[in-house]
């Protein structure tokens, strides 16, 4: 069953990236199931490499300040949560428990570090995008940067 043109206008044709906030907290429970419908969504061999750290502080969001670029720097620091994708290099070692019909799906990683990065850093890119479409599911603006 196809979803209705106002969710498809939510997630996408009326979706912008965000420059200003308004002046209100995101609950952990939010943020939970965020993270909860995120999670779900597929990745090449189940391999979610995707690592997120929500940040809410303003001390934690001081220790980003070195790594932003001057012009989002402000909108950094005034964002009720930040969120950093990162990923891990070594998502394969969880290979067994997420993609179990495949026990030599590990191995394959293992001989091979390129596939490891160009996994990794593909696979997290598309899970920051489903980050995005649940926050805007849930109602969050978002603005990415990279």
């Known amino acids: 069953m196809a979803i209705s043109n106002n969710c498809i206008d939510k997630l996408f044709r009326d979706a ?3 420059n200003a906030w308004v002046d209100k907290t995101v ?3 939010t943020l939970r ?6 999670k779900w969504a597929p990745t090449s061999a189940n391999a979610s490499p995707a690592r997120f750290v929500f940040i809410r502080t303003a001390k934690g969001k001081e220790r980003l300040r070195p790594s932003l670029a001057p012009s989002n720097v402000e909108k950094t620091m005034a964002a009720p949560v930040t969120v950093i994708v990162a ?3 070594q998502f394969y070692e969880k290979l ?3 993609f179990p019909h495949n026990p030599g799906m590990r ?3 293992v001989a091979n570090p390129a596939l490891v990065e ?4 593909r696979n997290s890119s598309l899970q920051g995008a489903y980050l995005i479409l649940a926050a805007r599911a849930l109602g969050l603006d978002c603005g990415p940067m990279s």
């Not at 160009?118 to 850093?121: F, I």
């Open 87 to 89: 990923y891990d290099l």
């Open 96 to 98: 067994p428990k997420l």
């Open 118 to 121: 160009v996994t990794a850093r």
């Open 33 to 38: 199931e965020l993270y909860d419908a995120l």
């Open 16 to 18: 912008r990236t965000h």
């Open 27 to 29: 609950s952990d429970e």
């Open 107 to 109: 191995s394959l990683f």
